[in-house]
């Protein structure tokens, strides 16, 4: 049974940090890109991070970038998403998402139940 399990949500300051985790299981979780994603109230949800398998490579979306580090631990099974200089705007549910690739084409998707950040002002 596949499980993206996400934790480390909460309120916090602006200005402060947080560091989510992502639990996997069920899956060959080092063969499998790692994605941070967030959705804000009556906003489409967006790609915060990604990192590759081997955790070689990885890329921010510009409204994170400098503050944010995506991560991975493969003999853990776990990611985790750095985030520091914690602003108002960065409150939404954050998802975490497991992806395998085959050339162009997305072979399987996984995604976790979401954790709430909620940054104050």
């Known amino acids: 049974q596949v499980q993206l399990v996400e934790s480390g949500g909460g309120l916090v300051q602006a200005g402060g940090s947080l560091r989510l985790s992502c639990a996997a299981s069920?899956?060959?979780?080092?063969?499998?890109?790692m994605s941070w994603y967030r959705q804000a109230p009556g906003k489409e949800r967006e790609l915060v991070a990604p990192?590759?398998?081997?955790?070689?490579?990885?890329n921010y979306a510009a409204s994170v970038k400098g503050r944010f580090t995506i991560s991975r631990d493969n003999a853990k099974n776990m990611a985790y998403l750095q985030m520091n200089s914690l602003k108002p705007e960065d409150t939404a549910v954050y998802y975490c998402n497991a992806r395998s690739v085959v050339g162009s084409q997305i072979r399987e998707e996984y995604w976790g139940q979401g954790t709430q950040v909620t940054v104050s002002s």
């Open positions: 069920g899956f060959t979780f080092s063969s499998y890109a």
């Open positions: 990192i590759t398998s081997a955790g070689g490579s990885t």
